[in-house]
């Protein structure tokens, strides 16, 4: 077997448990384990901004470590983290135990991109780079689209499911001895942070706007529907199944770059975001639309994501993980200042202003070039 094959295999399912799992599968459970634990809204956006600060801590921790330490440690650094925070959500018996766990199992996000970007580096030949990078990002979809359903049919066993989740990890902590190389070329600027070039500057405004906009759906997708369709949790657990699971296709991201280039591919699935959005977002959407808007956007970001991928480890071919890192750190930072401002216009305006604004940052984002 090629190591294109194995290791991307790996690393998409890696993802796909330190994201669905550990990081988004949470949100799914949480009315079950507020009827059982009596979280407090304090409580519950202390667990939100941890989350945040747990990710960028651990995405810079992870491209420091990977260069001086290799992937094979860091990824198995991501399982473990994974595993041992969902042991703790499965055991929890107050909430202030249930924050520290939750926040610990989703700072496995940010530990293991890096260290795949730097084993594809290493081991995989390089016309193949880009498709394998591109398929383990997707790998973010798989997670979502499998926790949705685990979430409808075991909500109430969410101890049961959480350890399921953890034992799954477990194993994908031993597979690292097994898929992961041990080292890969180590760069002696791991404890500096790279020059800033044009294409980095480039790379960190589009991949900003493109995370704020995202908060329209990832953040507000549930409530949008809410308003405009009087969905409940059920048919917003679809729009989420819908999301992940049109992200898969996200993997073939590498392989369109390589054939059509990175501007034309950015525009297009920023383009096809802005529909997406539109689509879950407008007042006068139906069902059927809030659905397919939904399966845009989620091959969209899943795409975009993996074109800002792309584009920081070419940027910093000599230091994969650290490109990686800057794009996708950007992005939670677009994320988190997204959020509180569409709010703000859904409270000061309408969903309609909210909307619209944050579809017109990520077309705006498409002026940027790599």
């Known amino acids: 077997m090629s190591p294109a094959l194995y290791l991307g ?19 799914l459970f949480l009315p079950q384990i507020d009827a059982t634990l009596s979280l407090s809204s304090t409580l519950s956006g202390l667990i939100s901004g941890g989350s945040f600060l747990g990710y960028c801590v651990a995405i810079l921790l992870s491209a420091y470590l990977t260069e001086r330490a290799g992937p094979r440690f860091v990824a198995l650094l991501a399982a473990l ?33 890096p260290p795949m970007a730097a084993a594809v580096a290493a081991i995989v030949e390089r016309h193949r780079q880009s498709a394998t990078n591109t398929v383990i990002n997707a790998g973010t979809g798989a997670g979502v689209v499998l926790s949705g359903p685990v979430a409808l049919l075991m909500g109430e066993q969410w101890r049961l499911a959480f350890a399921g989740f953890a034992a799954i990890a477990f194993a994908f902590a031993l597979l690292t001895f097994f898929c992961v190389p041990a080292s890969a070329n180590r760069s002696r600027d791991a404890a500096r942070l790279p020059p800033l070039t044009g294409a980095l500057k480039r790379l960190i405004a589009a991949s900003f706007l493109l995370g704020a906009a995202s908060t329209a759906v990832w953040s507000f997708g549930g409530q949008l529907v809410a308003l405009s369709l009087d969905w409940g949790s059920f048919g917003a657990g679809l729009l989420w199944i819908a999301i992940g699971a049109a992200g898969m296709a996200g993997a073939a991201a590498g392989s369109l770059v390589e054939r059509f280039g990175i501007n034309r591919v950015h525009r297009v699935f920023l383009a096809a975001l802005v529909a997406g959005t539109l689509m879950v977002g407008m007042v006068n959407t139906t069902p059927m639309l809030a659905l397919l808007g939904g399966a845009l956007f989620g091959v969209a970001y899943i795409t975009v994501t993996g074109v800002y991928l792309v584009w920081g480890v070419k940027a910093l071919s000599h230091r994969p993980a650290t490109g990686l890192m800057v794009g996708f750190l950007t992005i939670a930072i677009g994320q988190t200042a997204g959020a509180p401002v569409f709010g703000l216009l859904m409270d000061q305006f309408s969903a309609t202003v909210a909307v619209a604004s944050f579809a017109a940052l990520a077309a705006v984002a498409g002026l940027a070039r790599a």
């Open 81 to 113: 983290v994974a595993a041992f925070g969902m042991v703790g959500i499965a055991f929890a018996n107050s909430p202030w135990w249930l924050a520290a766990a939750v926040m610990l199992a989703g700072s496995s996000t940010g530990l293991a991109s």
């Open 9 to 27: 295999g790996f690393g998409f399912g890696l993802i796909a448990v330190c994201y669905g799992f550990a990081r988004f599968a949470f949100g």
